[in-house]
Structures are given as structure tokens and as C-alpha cells.
T-cell receptor, first 115, second 113 residues
Framework: GQQLNQSPQSMFIQEGEDVSMNCTSS?????WLWYKQDPGEGPVLLIA?????ELTSNGRLTAQFGITRKDSFLNISASIPSDVGIYFC???????????????FGKGTSLLVTP | DTGVSQNPRHKITKRGQNVTFRCDPI?????LYWYRQTLGQGPEFLTY????????KSRLLSDRFSAERPKGSFSTLEIQRTEQGDSAMYLC???????????FGPGTRLTVL
């Protein structure tokens, strides 16, 4: 599948700080999804984005679908210890429009939050 | 709990043995997906069902792997003659016909000794 590049690979921050991470692709995506995964568990859907330029919030989380449709970012405001985990971007590339919507994932951003 | 469930959560097996995993999707979801995740990587697509029909397989799904969804509800993933390289987390996800928001189960962690 199309490679998604996530950055940064890892982040180590203090509680209360804001966090920003992003995801880029060389090809156009129809949908961008952001997931959080805790150790030993499956990914949990945080935010779904469907339109270029769309900005969507879920509590302290905000994500945007890039205008070029090749990128997305996720912001976490006022981080807390339970935000610790690995954050994955995922999406449906337009090239796979007939494929049943199998998701392409990035390699994740690992977030550590100290109290 | 009406989320996606997977069993077993952990499986340890010896090389060469066969293993089978089960996934129960969210009840009203027609689409079911299997993914594999190795350490430090995101999930990688294996195969996809719409109802009972297996409509897509990735190149990762070797001939030792077989998946079924006989009644369009739960699905099984079988790996025959396991190899150490099969060690991974196997994730199942389901979605409705829009195919947009996939909800994942907790996964089955396979360790092949």
C-alpha cells in the first residue's frame, strides 16, 4: 500500500504541554483517520476526516485534513498522563477506491507524558 | 460490550503447528478486515470480507493463511505450518457499508517458538 510518513517518531513531554504530530503521503487520500493504541491492545479510533481542509475536534484532540489531501495533523492540548500511547494515522488512498477501503497506516508516533 | 472481540488474546505455539483465531465484529457491520502488526509498525492489511464473501487479499497473505466468514458474522483466520516470522499481533476490524470508520478488536498476539 501507499506509505504514510509520520513525524515525529517519538515525543517526550511534560503534563500540560500541547502536542502536534503529522502524517504525509506521496499520493492523495480520500479519508484520514487517527487512532491511539495502548500496549497489547488494538487501535482505538480518535478522529475521522473526510474533506480537504476539514478541521475536527474531539475533546482535547484536533485534527485537520490537509488541503492537498496528502497530509493531516493531530494536535493534543493540555496533555495528561493517560495520553501516553502510540498514535497512528491511517487513510484510504484514492488509488484504492475500489479495494474495499483497506486502511494504510503510518508507523506511529510514540507519546510519553511525564507528570 | 458491543465492540469487536477477538479470541484468544494470546497464543504461543511451536513452529510447524496450526493455529486458528476468531473475530466477532460489531453486530450490524457487514465489512470485516484482518490486519497484522509487528513491533514498531502500523497494522498491515491482510484480507477483507463483505458479508460472507472474501473480496480482497493482500500479498502478505501467503498460501499458509486462510480466512473464512461462513455466515457473514464471525470470522476465523487460520495459519498452517506456522513459522517464527508469523509472530505478530493479528487484528480484526469491522465497519458498516460506508467502509470509512474501522473499529478494531483487541487483537491476538501470536508467538511462534
Amino acid at each position: 500500500g501507499q506509505q504514510l510518513n509520520q513525524s515525529p517518531q517519538s515525543m517526550f513531554i511534560q503534563e500540560g504541554e500541547d502536542v502536534s504530530m503529522n502524517c504525509t503521503s506521496s499520493s492523495i487520500f480520500n479519508t484520514w483517520l487517527w487512532y491511539k493504541q495502548d500496549p497489547g491492545e488494538g487501535p482505538v479510533l480518535l478522529i475521522a476526516l473526510y474533506k480537504a481542509g476539514e478541521l475536527t475536534s474531539n475533546g482535547r484532540l484536533t485534527a485537520q485534513f490537509g488541503i492537498t489531501r496528502k497530509d493531516s495533523f493531530l494536535n493534543i492540548s493540555a496533555s495528561i498522563p493517560s495520553d501516553v500511547g502510540i498514535y497512528f494515522c491511517a487513510g484510504h488512498p484514492t488509488a484504492n477506491s475500489n479495494s474495499g477501503y483497506a486502511l494504510n497506516f503510518g508507523k506511529g508516533t510514540s507519546l510519553l507524558v511525564t507528570p | 460490550d458491543t465492540g469487536v472481540s477477538q479470541n484468544p488474546r494470546h497464543k504461543i505455539t511451536k513452529r510447524g503447528q496450526n493455529v486458528t483465531f476468531r473475530c466477532d465484529p460489531i453486530s450490524e457491520h457487514n465489512r470485516l478486515y484482518w490486519y497484522r502488526q509487528t513491533l514498531g509498525q502500523g497494522p498491515e492489511f491482510l484480507t477483507y470480507f463483505q458479508n460472507e464473501a472474501q473480496l480482497e487479499k493482500s500479498r502478505l497473505l501467503s498460501d499458509r493463511f486462510s480466512a473464512e466468514r461462513p455466515k457473514g458474522s464471525f470470522s476465523t483466520l487460520e495459519i498452517q505450518r506456522t513459522e517464527q516470522g508469523d509472530s505478530a499481533m493479528y487484528l480484526c476490524a469491522s465497519t458498516d457499508d460506508s467502509g470509512n470508520e474501522q473499529f478494531f478488536g483487541p487483537g491476538t498476539r501470536l508467538t511462534v517458538l
